[in-house]
């Protein structure tokens, strides 16, 4: 842990950079909310496409969804969201902090308070004299209060206590996959096993979000849902459990790049699994402030397909197309939360390193998450150096290649300046690129630089990107 950045570091980072800005600053902020600047859009969307290429893509047996954030309220009732999607809180009333009573409790006693009602909560809390993590002081602590997780509006504007009308902001994508599990299948003549996955958003009410974008109120979920026969045994579901977790960690080691030991499984007690799940191993990702879950891997049997069955009165079967059975599909969801993926990325790739005279900043990332490619810099605005630059600048971006440019002070500034933005490749226009159409190519990690024609770059960054992945 000695050498991951510390959270205050990288905030700052990803702020003077352009990664990741406070939400609403000019208006004093709004707590835990955060917006993704011109970089941070760029990374966001390399990750993306890079988890589609990996999950969807590359495998023949997936669909994608895109459904609302808004949907039926009975969505939720049918999911178990409406009962059980809460967390206990308490307030400590010398100081007004307030925490998640499970977590103050864990901490401090090591038990867990799964099941327990507000009641019970507070007499643990009370009857051990509980201390306020924050003050290292004995707490004065409220009654323990359920407080469920999901934002509501509602439609009614003119009774908006009207429950018919209420409306919830998915927390998950997952029961929009569910729900149109009968269409996919009819429209995409989808047979045992597929997989849909689906991005989008999602918010929770976090009672004590925190920790930069780790936990979050609005957030991106990465999910897949992958539909399989009833099993007739625990090998039946295990084994391709098991297939997906692997995949999981090939996609953080070779995808996005991550050391196999800043990564490790946590398996969920039977005690702490959801309601809905018969088996959950988590990764969790080595942050600066310690080991914590970055994606979720869940078995959750039947449990979905059955409730929305259940609740909306609607056949939801699957009739395998060789025999006519008709079952209801079992579920094996592999999920990742994308904001934390993003804070893990740039954790795992942020490097101070030191030179003789002074400290080089790298974001190392993998080609493809490089937000820019290749940044191009002319040596002088004068001579025609600086209209060669831009209309190779122009160029590169109408091929598709995302590139950067940069004519502002001396060459080594504008080559860190790319190091921080991860951008692998310079390319320098000189007085010789105008004689004999050569430029320089410096490489962000080995800091080398090459003479090469022009037109070879895409060779180069062909074999960058090839580099990038085999490397690993
Ligand atoms: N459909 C299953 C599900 O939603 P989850 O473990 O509650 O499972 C999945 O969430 C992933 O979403 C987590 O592993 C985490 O990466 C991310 N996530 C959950 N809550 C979050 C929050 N408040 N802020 C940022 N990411 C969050």
């Given at each position: 842990m000695s050498n991951r950045v510390d959270l205050d570091t990288l905030t700052k980072f990803a702020r003077r950079k352009g990664f990741v800005y406070p939400g609403s600053e000019i208006y004093g902020g709004l707590a835990n909310t955060w917006d993704y600047g011109n970089l941070g859009v760029l990374l966001k969307q390399n990750i993306k496409q890079t988890w589609k290429q990996h999950f969807i893509y590359s495998r023949t047996d997936m669909k994608e969804l895109d459904a609302g954030i808004l949907m039926n309220q009975r969505v939720w009732e049918a999911s178990g969201h409406t009962e059980t999607f809460a967390d206990a809180l308490v307030d400590d009333k010398n100081t007004k902090h307030r925490f998640r009573a499970d977590h103050l409790i864990e901490e401090q006693l090591g038990i867990d308070i799964e099941g327990k009602t507000g009641p019970e909560i507070t007499e643990i809390i009370r009857s051990n004299n509980l201390k306020n993590p924050l003050t290292g002081k004995e707490g004065d602590w409220t009654e323990a209060r359920y407080m469920n997780l999901m934002f509501e509006t509602n439609r009614d504007k003119?009774?908006?206590?009207?429950?018919?009308?209420?409306?919830?902001?998915?927390?998950?994508?997952?029961?929009?996959?569910?729900?149109?599990?009968?269409?996919?299948?009819?429209?995409?003549?989808?047979?045992?096993?597929?997989?849909?996955?689906?991005?989008?958003?999602?918010?929770?009410?976090?009672?004590?979000?925190?920790?930069?974008?780790?936990?979050?109120?609005?957030?991106?979920?990465m999910e897949i849902e992958y539909f399989i026969k009833p099993p007739q045994n625990d090998d039946g579901w295990n084994t391709i459990f098991e297939e997906w977790l692997k995949s999981q960690e090939n996609f953080l080691t070779y995808k996005m790049g991550f050391d196999p030991e800043n990564f490790q499984h946590k398996e969920h007690s039977q005690e702490k699994l959801s309601h809905y799940s018969k088996r959950t191993v988590d990764l969790d990702f080595n942050f600066s402030f310690g080991f914590s879950e970055l994606t979720g891997l869940a078995y959750r049997t039947d449990f979905d397909l059955k409730q929305?069955?259940?609740?909306?009165?609607?056949?939801?079967?699957?009739?395998?197309?060789?025999?006519?059975?008709?079952?209801?599909?079992?579920?094996?969801?592999?999920?990742?939360?994308?904001?934390?993926?993003?804070?893990?990325?740039?954790?795992?790739?942020?490097?101070?390193?030191?030179?003789?005279?002074?400290?080089?900043?790298?974001?190392?990332?993998?080609?493809?998450?490089?937000?820019?490619?290749?940044?191009?810099?002319?040596?002088?605005?004068?001579?025609?150096?600086?209209?060669?630059?831009?209309?190779?600048?122009?160029?590169?971006?109408?091929?598709?290649?995302?590139?950067?440019?940069?004519?502002?002070?001396?060459?080594?500034?504008?080559?860190?300046?790319?190091?921080?933005?991860?951008?692998?490749?310079?390319?320098?226009?000189?007085?010789?690129?105008?004689?004999?159409?050569?430029?320089?190519?410096?490489?962000?990690?080995?800091?080398?630089?090459?003479?090469?024609?022009?037109?070879?770059?895409?060779?180069?960054?062909?074999?960058?990107?090839?580099?990038?992945?085999?490397?690993?």
């Open positions: 003119i009774n908006p206590q009207n429950p018919d009308t209420r409306i919830y902001l998915r927390p998950e994508t997952a029961q929009g996959i569910f729900v149109q599990f009968k269409n996919i299948v009819q429209t995409e003549r989808a047979k045992l096993p597929f997989g849909v996955g689906q991005i989008g958003k999602a918010f929770r009410n976090e009672i004590t979000p925190g920790n930069f974008i780790f936990r979050v109120v609005e957030f991106e979920q929305h069955q259940e609740h909306s009165k609607q056949k939801i079967e699957y009739t395998d197309p060789s025999n006519g059975e008709k079952t209801i599909p079992h579920v094996i969801e592999p999920t990742v939360g994308m904001d934390r993926l993003f804070l893990a990325v740039m954790t795992e790739h942020y490097k101070e390193e030191q030179l003789e005279n002074d400290t080089r900043i790298v974001l190392g990332l993998p080609y493809d998450l490089a937000p820019y490619k290749l940044a191009v810099l002319p040596l002088m605005k004068k001579d025609g150096l600086k209209e060669k630059g831009e209309k190779i600048f122009r160029d590169l971006r109408s091929q598709g290649i995302m590139c950067d440019y940069d004519e502002a002070g001396s060459i080594g500034k504008r080559y860190r300046r790319q190091d921080e933005n991860g951008t692998p490749w310079c390319m320098a226009i000189d007085y010789q690129t105008m004689e004999d159409n050569t430029v320089t190519l410096r490489h962000r990690d080995t800091m080398e630089q090459i003479r090469i024609p022009h037109e070879k770059l895409n060779e180069y960054l062909n074999q960058e990107k090839y580099n990038s992945l085999t490397n690993k």
